[in-house]
């Protein structure tokens, strides 16, 4: 579900309607179209205007920021929270970073440092807005529905978000992504050993979802379960070679238990993904 509408766009990034919905016709974007096919724009919409407006401002060619945007939006993390991201000039690189995660979307000397938690907060009166109106008319929402709405409020609105998901679950209990992002909305919050059981549920019901894998590992690195979390980032590894920070985490685990050369193959690997 897309929370912002075309006036919301303008208003939280300085630009105008007419500038909004030129970027929504560049093709970098997935806005919906609402009633009298207005554009609806999600809050990764959002980051990637922002983005874009940046770019504008520090006189970076038309086509560049087309094709900078483009692969942006090809690398953003879909269903993932995105509010500690980072988007930055390195040299002649545009560098995203996330939580650990490193990666170049494009080539060119991009002139602007978004951090997307300010952009976040700007956006919550919004997004809280949209949620007190889903939950007002909630026998017309779906399990789809409910899953979208809570993507979207992740990097805004946790604790709605995690009613989102809670509803999805509560109407279709086999939705192993919501699963995933429940569980990360609790480990975020300290909940860790509940976020295990969401990471295992989501495993059960698709037992090759990496991600859940993944976040399974670093949630039993927190509990402090080394042996575990090594089968879990091992398993997602089988289900994903390209989890560059199920290699690196490896890398770690293994250099504390004193299989060094395990330690070395991955970090190896590590490296070579980043690169």
Do not use: C
């Amino acid at each position: 579900m897309k929370s912002y509408s075309t006036a919301d766009v303008a208003r939280l990034i300085a630009l105008t309607p007419p500038q909004v919905r030129a970027y929504a016709r560049a093709g970098f974007l997935r806005p919906a179209r609402g009633p009298r096919n207005t554009y609806r724009f999600s809050f990764q919409d959002l980051v990637l205007l922002r983005a874009a407006k940046a770019l504008r401002d520090g006189h970076v060619p038309g086509r560049r920021i087309r094709r900078a945007l483009r692969g942006l939006a090809q690398t953003l993390p879909a269903g993932r929270a995105l509010s500690e991201m980072r988007i930055t000039a390195d040299g002649n690189r545009v560098v995203v970073r996330d939580n650990g995660w490193i990666w170049q979307p494009d080539s060119g000397q991009m002139l602007f440092d978004l951090k997307v938690g300010k952009l976040a907060r700007k956006a919550a009166p919004i997004a809280r807005r949209h949620a007190r109106h889903a939950r007002a008319r909630e026998e017309t929402l779906s399990a789809d529905d409910w899953f979208g709405l809570g993507e979207e409020l992740e990097a805004v609105e946790p604790s709605d978000a995690e009613d989102a998901y809670r509803r999805a679950l509560a109407l279709d209990p086999r939705n192993a992504d919501a699963h995933v992002n429940l569980g990360r909305l609790l480990q975020e919050r300290g909940r860790v050993e509940e976020a295990v059981l969401q990471y295992e549920e989501a495993l059960r019901l698709s037992p090759k979802h990496a991600p859940a894998a993944y976040n399974l590992g670093t949630a039993l690195e927190d509990l402090k379960r080394t042996n575990a979390a090594i089968a879990a980032y091992r398993r997602a590894i089988a289900l994903d070679e390209q989890l560059a920070d199920a290699h690196y985490n490896l890398s770690r685990l293994y250099e504390k238990i004193g299989q060094r050369q395990a330690a070395l193959r991955h970090l190896s690997a590590y490296r070579d993904l980043v690169r």
